[in-house]
């Protein structure tokens, strides 16, 4: 079969990131800028050595933790040995995101390998009232994943390892710190595949996956995490251990206590294991990139797609001309087909080539000749396969060549989902450099993305609320697959009721009532 193999180590490259040396380090103690926040006002946030300045529409100021101490430094060295990073230069790219927009002052990164070191970490932290930013691949897009002020860095990248495999139900169970692209590596050597696909999998990690509860491009055909995770073992703030490292399918004994730590953004607790359910290698892959004039043709698409393909349909995405646009010029990618206002990628995963093919081949017929669709290309081998993949998965990658961007990532009923896309291009007018739509049409969640040759407060406000309200009005979600990280918590309440956010709030008091993990993230600042 055609492996289609994805990675967004070429994102690192082009945007001339290096994951494993930092270098070009920032003065520590200098005054971080953080204006995304701050709607109309050009903010900065002071670190502890400034003094934290309040503004009310800012992140709140430092929180009262301690700081780390000369003691701290020894405990961490004795219990971490060589594992405790304090050269400013290593931590450096630990306290920048991936899009550069969020950056900490942590001065402290520790390198766990065990569950017993996370455990000894967060029992001491809690202790002295030292605050923690639980980090994975670092690949997040809403600043969840990087400290905010000084919180110290529990990476979970040494915690690599592959506890099991049973070949015969598929469930694998495995450290937090496994980075996707090895896992489906690993699988596809025995048959199977991770039930999620990211194109950020050559850096994001399983665990920092399963804490975003990350959607992705495979969630049409093997749901969200939420499904696949059978078992967590998660490290409390207090260095508990938590095993609920289930291997079983099915289990109603009391409540499921590890969903509560899927998608809460390590505000809980630290997952160190995983265990989830892997479906078979499909035996059959096909890629298809289509074209059409009409959003409404593509709604349609997807609707006739859906009931001639069925069981075999795996992804189905669209991207639109204005992205199509940022590739050619950004990433030199040409267009495969003629040029059309919307363009479709779909999948089909299966178990037979022939039956496979024909189904397809039927379907492209219909699509066709009922003018559904313009033109289109189809690909059965691997190198096609990843070439039309990518006009999809390297938008994110074009759009920070266009300036800087402001990142939406809603939940919307499937119908209304280009909808936003119009009407924002309408209220911005000329303000905005690109306005551009994008995403998995199959999840209903549309990516919209805007840029303006720099940051630009002015912009910000046309778009901020205008976006959160058009979501709320139809009942949609703020964020579909990304979280709410930093940049995101305080505009939960329009997608949540004030008493589901009170009783998060109440949650996190119990878990974490010194609230030392991953603090300024998820819960907005201020309860209704
Ligand atoms: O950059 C974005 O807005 C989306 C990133 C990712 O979720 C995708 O689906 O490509
Ligand atoms: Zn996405």
Same mark, same amino acid.
């Given at each position: 079969?055609?492996?289609?193999?994805?990675?967004?180590? #070429?994102?690192?490259?082009?945007?001339?990131?290096?994951?494993?040396?930092?270098?070009?380090?920032?003065?520590?103690?200098?005054? &971080?800028? *953080?204006?995304?926040?701050?709607?109309?006002?050009?903010?900065?946030?002071?670190?502890?050595?400034?003094?934290?300045?309040?503004?009310?529409?800012?992140?709140?100021?430092?929180?009262?933790?301690?700081?780390?101490?000369?003691?701290?430094?020894?405990?961490?060295?004795?219990?971490?040995?060589?594992?405790?990073?304090?050269?400013?230069?290593?931590?450096?790219?630990?306290?920048?995101?991936?899009?550069?927009?969020?950056?900490?002052?942590?001065?402290?990164?520790?390198?766990?390998?065990?569950?017993?070191?996370?455990? #000894?970490?967060?029992?001491?932290?809690?202790?002295?009232?030292?605050?923690?930013?639980?980090?994975?691949?670092?690949?997040?897009?809403?600043?969840?994943?990087?400290?905010?002020?000084?919180?110290?860095?529990?990476?979970?990248?040494?915690?690599?390892?592959?506890?099991?495999?049973?070949?015969?139900?598929?469930?694998?169970?495995?450290?937090?710190?496994?980075?996707?692209?090895?896992?489906?590596?690993?699988?596809?050597?025995?048959?199977?595949?991770?039930?999620?696909?990211?194109?950020?999998?050559?850096?994001?990690?399983?665990?920092?996956?399963?804490?975003?509860?990350?959607?992705?491009?495979?969630?049409?055909?093997?749901?969200?995490?939420?499904?696949?995770?059978?078992?967590?073992?998660?490290?409390?703030?207090?260095?508990?251990?938590?095993?609920?490292?289930?291997?079983?399918?099915?289990?109603?004994?009391?409540?499921?206590?590890?969903?509560?730590?899927?998608?809460?953004?390590?505000?809980?607790?630290?997952?160190?294991?995983?265990?989830?359910?892997?479906?078979?290698?499909?035996?059959?892959?096909?890629?298809?990139?289509?074209?059409?004039?009409?959003?409404?043709?593509?709604? #349609?698409?997807?609707?006739?797609?859906?009931?001639? /393909?069925?069981?075999?349909?795996?992804?189905?995405?669209?991207?639109?001309?204005?992205?199509?646009?940022?590739?050619?010029? @950004?990433?030199? /990618?040409?267009?495969?087909? $003629?040029?059309? *206002?919307?363009?479709?990628?779909?999948?089909?995963?299966?178990?037979?080539?022939?039956?496979?093919?024909?189904?397809? *081949?039927?379907?492209?017929?219909?699509?066709?000749? $009922?003018?559904?669709?313009?033109?289109?290309?189809?690909?059965?081998?691997?190198?096609?396969?990843?070439?039309?993949? $990518?006009?999809?998965?390297?938008?994110?990658?074009?759009?920070? @060549?266009?300036?800087?961007?402001?990142?939406?990532?809603?939940?919307?009923?499937?119908?209304?989902?280009?909808?936003?896309?119009?009407?924002?291009?309408?209220?911005?007018?000329?303000?905005?450099?690109?306005?551009?739509?994008?995403?998995?049409?199959?999840?209903?969640?549309?990516?919209?993305?805007?840029?303006?040759?720099?940051?630009?407060?002015?912009?910000?406000?046309?778009?901020?609320?205008? &976006?959160?309200?058009?979501?709320?009005?139809?009942?949609?979600?703020?964020?579909?697959? *990304?979280?709410?990280?930093?940049?995101?918590?305080?505009?939960?309440?329009?997608?949540?009721?004030? #008493?589901?956010?009170?009783?998060?709030?109440?949650?996190?008091?119990?878990?974490?009532?010194?609230?030392?993990?991953?603090?300024?993230?998820?819960?907005?600042?201020?309860?209704?």
């Amino acid at each position: 079969m055609a492996r289609l193999f994805r990675s967004t180590q #070429q994102f690192g490259n082009v945007l001339g990131r290096c994951r494993t040396h930092a270098c070009a380090a920032t003065p520590r103690r200098s005054p &971080v800028e *953080h204006w995304w926040l701050f709607g109309l006002c050009s903010h900065k946030l002071h670190t502890v050595a400034d003094g934290p300045k309040s503004c009310p529409a800012a992140a709140p100021g430092r929180l009262p933790f301690s700081t780390v101490t000369p003691d701290d430094l020894d405990f961490f060295r004795k219990i971490l040995p060589g594992r405790t990073i304090t050269d400013p230069d290593l931590l450096q790219s630990s306290n920048v995101d991936w899009l550069k927009t969020v950056k900490g002052s942590s001065e402290v990164l520790l390198r766990p390998r065990t569950t017993e070191d996370v455990s #000894q970490i967060l029992r001491y932290c809690n202790r002295r009232n030292l605050a923690v930013n639980p980090q994975g691949g670092n690949t997040g897009l809403v600043g969840g994943s990087v400290p905010v002020y000084d919180e110290i860095i529990v990476s979970t990248a040494l915690m690599n390892n592959i506890l099991s495999f049973d070949s015969v139900s598929g469930i694998l169970t495995c450290q937090a710190g496994c980075v996707l692209e090895n896992l489906t590596l690993y699988l596809e050597e025995r048959d199977y595949i991770m039930p999620l696909d990211l194109g950020a999998k050559g850096s994001c990690q399983i665990g920092g996956n399963v804490s975003t509860n990350a959607g992705g491009l495979r969630l049409l055909r093997y749901g969200s995490l939420h499904g696949t995770v059978l078992g967590l073992e998660v490290v409390l703030a207090d260095g508990r251990v938590l095993d609920c490292l289930s291997t079983l399918r099915k289990d109603n004994t009391g409540y499921d206590l590890k969903q509560l730590f899927i998608g809460s953004e390590g505000t809980l607790g630290v997952i160190t294991a995983v265990s989830i359910l892997c479906p078979r290698k499909p035996k059959s892959v096909n890629v298809v990139f289509l074209g059409c004039e009409t959003f409404e043709q593509l709604l #349609q698409t997807f609707q006739l797609c859906r009931g001639m /393909l069925g069981e075999i349909l795996s992804a189905f995405e669209f991207l639109d001309s204005e992205c199509m646009r940022l590739l050619n010029t @950004h990433l030199k /990618l040409p267009n495969p087909i $003629s040029d059309c *206002h919307f363009y479709i990628v779909i999948e089909t995963s299966g178990s037979d080539p022939r039956h496979d093919g024909e189904k397809l *081949h039927n379907f492209l017929e219909e699509a066709m000749t $009922s003018s559904l669709v313009n033109d289109g290309t189809v690909a059965t081998e691997e190198s096609k396969a990843k070439t039309l993949w $990518s006009m999809r998965e390297r938008v994110t990658e074009a759009l920070t @060549h266009d300036g800087y961007t402001y990142k939406y990532d809603i939940s919307l009923p499937v119908d209304r989902i280009y909808q936003l896309v119009t009407d924002m291009r309408e209220h911005l007018g000329d303000k905005a450099k690109s306005v551009v739509g994008y995403g998995h049409v199959g999840d209903g969640n549309l990516h919209l993305n805007i840029t303006s040759p720099t940051k630009d407060p002015e912009v910000l406000a046309a778009i901020e609320p205008f &976006v959160y309200e058009w979501t709320a009005s139809c009942q949609g979600s703020i964020s579909a697959e *990304h979280g709410l990280g930093l940049k995101k918590r305080n505009y939960i309440y329009y997608s949540k009721p004030r #008493q589901a956010v009170a009783l998060m709030s109440d949650i996190k008091a119990m878990l974490d009532p010194k609230g030392i993990l991953n603090p300024y993230k998820t819960l907005p600042d201020n309860l209704k």
